[in-house]
Structures are given as C-alpha cells and as structure tokens.
C-alpha cells in the first residue's frame, strides 16, 4: 500500500520495502540510502529499481532527458523533492537540508533515468 507523503512541493505517494521513515528498503539500507525516486508509469516513489520490480506489477518506464525538470527524487531525510536535473547535479548532498546521499546510486540511473 502506497503512503501518503506531504513534502513542501505536494502531496506525493510512496510505496516500497520500506525499512524505516526516511526511505531505506530491504535492499538498500546504510546510512546514506536516503532517496526515492518518482516512478513516470504510476507517478509513485520507491526507494529503488527493485522495491519497483516486486510491487508494482508493471515494467518500470525511464525518464526522458526532456523531462529532467519534472519533480522525481525525494529526499527521505527533509521531505523535500527535487528535480531530476537538481539531484544530479547536487554532488550527492541534499540541497535542503545537507543529507549525505550515496555516490553509489550513480552506478543505478541508467534504471532511472534515460536519454
Ligand atoms: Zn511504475
Ligand atoms: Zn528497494
Ligand atoms: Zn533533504
């Protein structure tokens, strides 16, 4: 089930294996694993590729260069939500609030976000 999340830019959704309130999963959990990223095909946040490939019962659809504006990684730590550009660009630090994200993500946007 989906939780309602209030984020200072909109309500959002957020499903996954969730192992805590700041958006660590069964398959990703050390300090840093602090992001969910907003999924284009059911426009809900998961914490990973794989909280996606075992809950959501469909193929998971990248993001497009052109839509590198939209809204599509929260924060677990502030709540705030950022844009596809902002996270990358962030040098994996929140923006908002300074949460250390994990470098290693990077070697994951290609399930993300595509060209
Ligand atoms: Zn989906
Ligand atoms: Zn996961
Ligand atoms: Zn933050």
């Known amino acids: 089930m989906a939780q309602k999340i209030i984020t200072p ?3 959002v959704y957020l499903d996954g294996r969730l192992t805590d309130g700041q958006t660590r999963c069964v398959h990703y959990h050390s300090g840093p694993d602090v992001i969910a990223i907003r999924f284009k095909c059911c426009n809900t946040y998961y ?16 993001w497009e260069k052109a839509e590198y ?9 502030c709540k705030n939500q950022l844009t596809i550009a902002q996270y990358l660009a962030c040098g994996n630090k929140c923006p908002a609030c300074g949460a ?5 993500c990077s070697r994951h946007h290609h399930l993300y976000f595509g060209t």
């Open 69 to 77: 504006r939209q809204l599509a990684v929260l924060c677990g730590v």
């Open 9 to 11: 830019q909109g309500v």
């Open 47 to 62: 914490p990973c590729y794989q909280c996606h490939a075992e809950l959501a019962g469909h193929e998971a659809r990248l």
């Open 100 to 104: 250390a994200f994990n470098p290693n």
